[in-house]
């Protein structure tokens, strides 16, 4: 079935200069699902949700809150599990459709909140029900949710993420408040295809909970797949995933020869985009097809596995240089972002490390390139982060993690990638 996925590939310039020497070219791939390719199919989600005691008050009432209104917009063909985790596992609700409503509601309300935090049980025991409810034409998604760090789990948590996405279940992964583990979340949320948040307050729960089932409903491709293959003079330097979010791609999807990436699930008019750094042997003037991506995928709403579409990577050079194009300003301005985020990542690494002169100057740069791109709020945030090192000698957790997430999203809404 063509046209369901498109697959665009773009250089930051039309025409390149031949040099001497090798040369630095950035690619976007761009991946995107087609609005009218969008067939519903039934939902498989699972609840994993942290109770432990820090979740009192309203943290944990937001949370009901949010699950029982899904639940009520959830349709009779979908499916649902429930599970709670605190230092031990509850299965509240197994993998069932959607047939009483009000009674999983109620066992919903009755949610309180105690013990400590071992993600990791919550975690086997909700992939163990999503399993149960797996079928070629469903769309299944684990959602967990969390406000502290687990305790001594951390890489069966990594693992396990990593068993969701070889079964083809992305996570979506909520940090909600300032004390739980940023580095985990994402690695849970990259290993598994899904993507990951933070809440900074509990009212944004019922929020993302109804962004994550709208994303769900709009699901036209699951367990996509992308693989860039390279000729044997051009090999990639780095990789980033930039929409909807930026995030760089774990070394092992890369090789000198391709590129390996999961992409997960794809909505409806909605779509991924991969920025790739790439290293072009010297060369003379011509047209070279430097690299071919291909996107696997299936259709759930079909029934159909296996689908593709493939781009090749066309490099045009010229020896005249009036005969070079200029670079393309939409990529360059993507290639800005991410040279943002890449600074703030580095400024907080550095205050980790105890280098808060380095720290410091690399948040003013930062600051400076976020109020130039019309960011003024993560520009403030920065600017209390500078005085913070500057008083304290160190980073706020609520600053940390506003400046990580913000400027992670600075690519999010990009619908002329498309």
Known sequence: MPGEITLHAKLNRTVF????????????????????????APLNAGFVLD???????????????????????????????????????????PNQPLV?????????????????????????????ELRRGQAPTRVSRMILLTDGETYGDEEECRQLARECGQAGIPISAFGLGDEWNADLLDAIAQYSGGQSDHLAAPEQVIIEFQHTLQAMQGTVATNASLILRLVSDVTPAAAWRIVPQINK?????????????YLGDLETGAGQSILL?????????????????????DLPGAGLMGERVRADVV???????????????????????????????RALT??????????????????TRLLSLGETELADAAAQEIANL?????????????????????????????
């Open 51 to 93: 109770r432990s005691g820090s979740m009192a008050g309203d943290k944990i009432q937001h949370v009901r809150d949010a699950v029982k209104l899904i639940l009520r917009r959830l349709q009779p063909q979908d499916r649902v599990s429930l599970v709670l985790f605190d230092d031990k596992v509850d299965l509240l609700a």
């Open 100 to 128: 009483d409503t009000a009674a999983l509601q109620a066992l919903v309300d009755a949610i309180v909140e105690r013990g400590g935090t071992t993600m990791a049980k919550g975690m086997r025991k909700g992939l163990e």
């Open 17 to 40: 200069q031949t040099l001497p020497t090798t040369q630095k070219v950035y690619l976007l791939l761009d991946v995107r699902a087609a609005a009218a390719a969008a067939v519903h």
């Open 315 to 345: 490099l045009a050079l010229a020896e005249n240089p009036a005969r070079v194009s200029p670079p393309d300003p939409d990529l360059m301005n993507l290639i800005e972002k991410v040279s943002v985020f890449k600074l703030q990542t």
């Open 390 to 418: 500057e008083q304290q000698g160190q980073l706020s957790a609520g600053g940390t993690k506003k400046l990580q997430y913000g400027t992670r999203k600075l690519t999010q809404r990009l619908d002329e990638l498309a």
């Open 249 to 261: 791609l774990d070394a092992r999807a890369i090789s000198d020869r391709d590129v390996q990436l």
């Open 350 to 367: 550095e205050a980790q490390a105890g280098n808060l002169g380095l720290a410091t100057q690399q948040l003013r740069t930062a600051a």
């Open 277 to 297: 750094e790439l290293i072009v042997q010297p060369k003379p003037e011509g047209t070279y097809r430097i690299a071919q991506a291909e996107v696997t995928y």
